[in-house]
């Protein structure tokens, strides 16, 4: 069976057929497995040179215990990874820039509104 297809039955029978962060309805292409904790001996992806087989061996541990894997899709994946090489401070203090730019943004637009009713 191909990744892809391994991909959208776990999906649709463990994680409701949605990436968990921006719920995009799965398909075979542009989502992943996402590991949420690894454990000794795991099916790891860079042992594989085979994704096909990546997703043969780690679909057995998937159904074993679901809720150590996370369905994402490729752009939210690459996101969590990403995010995961911060340390904790500086992903809060990370997060709390995003969360003062957003409150920018959002005087701006309010700003904006005001003068346009003008």
Known sequence: ????????????????????????KVKEKGFTIHHLRYIENDIIHSNYKNRDRYYEDLQVMVRLNPNRFMLLCNTHHQSVERLNRFSLENRKRLMRAVKLSMKQKMMRAVKLSMKQKM
């Open 1 to 24: 069976m191909k990744a892809g297809e391994i991909i959208v039955i776990l999906g649709k029978e463990l994680y409701k057929s949605r990436c968990f962060v921006c719920l995009k």
